[in-house]
């Protein structure tokens, strides 16, 4: 066989292999948008189908709740449960109503297979005691940095779709994770129940529907509630005195941004900003491919009503200064009115003025100028509505994000005060922070020299020199030991859409 042969035969097998690809991405795209407009959810899941089963990694108050529905989902089961602690684990199961015989604490691989030929429920405290077992998709809700690396890498590993709760994880190598999978024929997935699924699935709605996106987000988790008669502000359980709240309470016709300045100020004694909120976001963004229009985020006080006409252009009397973007607001109520309750928007041009004042008089809220409209989902249920992207993972071998997840921002950490060389970026809290240290969302870049570090890569860390207030951390700024998973996944990930050659995992 002549050169000339062989050079077109591996031609015709390129064109082969792009031409599969395009239409297994085409086939993808059509079930998405099927996904998104369905309206029966018994006919887009095959009620005949054999139930999907699964493992929670995380046994907190998202996976406690997905243990909880996991009892009532006809077509998934949740009878693997993983903790620091297997009696944690167990106890979560049991709180949930399964009978405490029912349940098998296992401390070996034989145990825990032993149990799963029987038909028990299973809690371990190390998920290699489980990762064989022939369950469908891994639900990593750890929180924990580099423990959910480790777990999901060792899932995939595994032959498991993993369903990706733990933003922490997705922040730092979340296209990553999705893009190693692919090479097995795997899953990784966000999960309905957390904002990012929920905004993504709202977000590409509205683009399926040919709508221009103004904004998207989410708000955030603790509402600001104004007492007008004490003049008293109350977050997340702390109350302050703001006496100047009242001034900004209400628009009156006057300038947007000015109000919005305003309440900051006059509530400048709460935090409004939230690392959660930045990493959903984030996320969010490596998915679609969106931007922000502020690093730290605008973040807004605003009531419901209000957000169409706060996050919209300047040029439309609001505070953005490119649209398109992804923001968060914190939702302004007066005591005993309803909440926002997390959930997620979009904000979109209102068209057709005739159609838009129609709608605004069936209640749908839109700008005071009737030039943009928000479109929203008032609720985030954790765990007992992760089943949907747990089946479409299991059933259907779909994602509840994208498509293909790349890699277009970063959340990185960024110095509020001195720290010192020894100083420990201990994570806590409920809501993972590192006291200290804010976040920004920035373009992505890979991690050399002195690289910016994703906040959650930097959490738990060492620092080996000093970095001063207001300056961002980098990577040469930290201790990252060799042997850690999230750094070693980070680099692949670096390695995959950067390009280099790829670390061993």
């Known amino acids: 066989m002549?050169?000339?042969?062989?050079?077109?035969?591996?031609?015709?097998?390129?064109?082969?292999?792009?031409?599969?690809?395009?239409?297994?991405?085409?086939?993808?795209?059509?079930?998405?948008?099927?996904?998104?407009?369905?309206?029966?959810?018994?006919?887009?899941?095959?009620?005949?189908?054999?139930?999907?089963?699964?493992?929670i990694l995380g046994t907190g108050g998202f996976g406690r709740s997905f243990l909880a529905q996991g009892l009532r989902v006809p077509l998934m089961r949740a009878r693997v449960a993983v903790d620091i602690c297997a009696k944690v684990a167990a106890n979560a199961i049991i709180e949930t109503g399964v009978a405490a015989d029912s349940v098998s604490v296992c401390d070996t691989i034989e145990a825990a297979r032993l149990a799963w030929d029987a038909g028990k429920y299973i809690a371990v405290d190390d998920f290699a005691l489980v990762?064989?077992?022939?369950?469908?998709?891994?639900?990593?809700?750890?929180?924990?940095?580099?423990?959910?690396?480790?777990?999901?890498?060792?899932?995939?590993?595994?032959?498991?779709?993993?369903?990706?709760?733990?933003?922490?994880?997705?922040?730092?190598?979340?296209?990553?994770?999705?893009?190693?999978?692919?090479?097995?024929?795997?899953?990784?997935?966000?999960?309905?129940?957390?904002?990012?699924?929920?905004?993504?699935?709202?977000?590409?709605?509205?683009?399926?529907?040919?709508?221009?996106?103004i904004a998207a987000g989410k708000s955030s988790e603790y509402d600001f509630v104004f007492d007008a008669e004490t003049g008293k502000l109350t977050s997340n359980g702390v109350t302050v005195d703001a006496p100047d709240f009242g001034e900004f309470s209400q628009f009156s016709g006057r300038n947007i941004g000015n109000v919005v300045a305003g309440r900051a100020s006059a509530a400048s004694d709460l935090p409004q900003r939230a690392v959660p909120d930045l990493c959903e976001l984030s996320?969010?963004?490596?998915?679609?491919?969106?931007?922000?229009?502020?690093?730290?985020?605008?973040?807004?006080?605003?009531?419901?009503?209000?957000?169409?006409?706060?996050?919209?252009?300047?040029?439309?009397?609001?505070?953005?200064?490119?649209?398109?973007?992804?923001?968060?607001?914190?939702?302004?109520?007066?005591?005993?009115?309803?909440?926002?309750?997390?959930?997620?928007?979009?904000v979109i041009r209102c068209d057709d003025l005739a159609t838009w004042k129609l709608l605004e008089e069936k209640g749908?809220?839109?700008?005071?100028?009737?030039?943009?409209?928000?479109?929203?989902?008032?609720?985030?249920?954790?765990?007992?509505?992760?089943?949907?992207?747990?089946?479409?993972?299991?059933?259907?071998?779909?994602?509840?994000?994208?498509?293909?997840?790349?890699?277009?921002?970063?959340?990185?950490?960024?110095?509020?005060?001195?720290?010192?060389?020894?100083?420990?970026?201990?994570m806590g809290g409920h809501h993972h922070s590192v006291t200290g240290v804010s976040s920004a969302i920035l373009p992505a870049s890979a991690l050399v020299g002195e690289a910016l570090a994703p906040f959650y890569l930097a959490a738990n860390k060492t620092l080996k020199r000093s970095v001063k207030a207001g300056h961002a951390i980098t990577i040469a700024d930290l201790e990252i030991p060799e042997t850690s998973a999230l750094w070693q996944l980070r680099l692949w990930q670096d390695a995959f859409f950067f390009g280099a050659d790829k670390p061993r995992t």
């Open 364 to 426: 749908h809220v839109v700008s005071r100028d009737l030039k943009c409209a928000m479109v929203y989902i008032p609720r985030h249920l954790l765990g007992l509505e992760a089943a949907t992207s747990v089946l479409e993972a299991g059933m259907k071998g779909l994602s509840s994000g994208a498509i293909t997840p790349a890699h277009h921002v970063d959340l990185v950490a960024i110095a509020d005060i001195d720290l010192e060389a020894g100083h420990v970026l201990e």
């Open 131 to 213: 990762a064989d077992l022939p369950f469908d998709v891994v639900v990593e809700a750890t929180g924990h940095p580099e423990a959910g690396a480790r777990h999901a890498r060792l899932a995939i590993e595994a032959g498991h779709h993993v369903a990706l709760v733990s933003k922490e994880v997705d922040s730092v190598i979340g296209p990553g994770l999705a893009a190693m999978a692919r090479e097995k024929g795997l899953i990784v997935t966000p999960v309905d129940g957390d904002q990012p699924s929920l905004l993504i699935g709202l977000i590409t709605w509205a683009q399926l529907l040919g709508f221009e996106i």
């Open 283 to 346: 996320v969010v963004a490596n998915a679609l491919g969106l931007s922000v229009d502020a690093p730290a985020l605008h973040a807004p006080i605003a009531r419901i009503g209000e957000v169409p006409s706060v996050l919209c252009s300047q040029a439309d009397g609001g505070i953005l200064e490119k649209t398109g973007t992804l923001d968060v607001f914190h939702c302004l109520r007066n005591p005993g009115e309803v909440s926002f309750a997390g959930g997620v928007f979009v």
């Open 2 to 55: 002549q050169n000339d042969d062989v050079s077109c035969i591996v031609s015709l097998l390129d064109c082969c292999l792009q031409l599969l690809h395009t239409t297994l991405m085409a086939t993808r795209l059509r079930m998405i948008a099927k996904d998104v407009v369905r309206m029966n959810y018994h006919a887009y899941f095959d009620a005949s189908h054999r139930p999907i089963e699964t493992c």
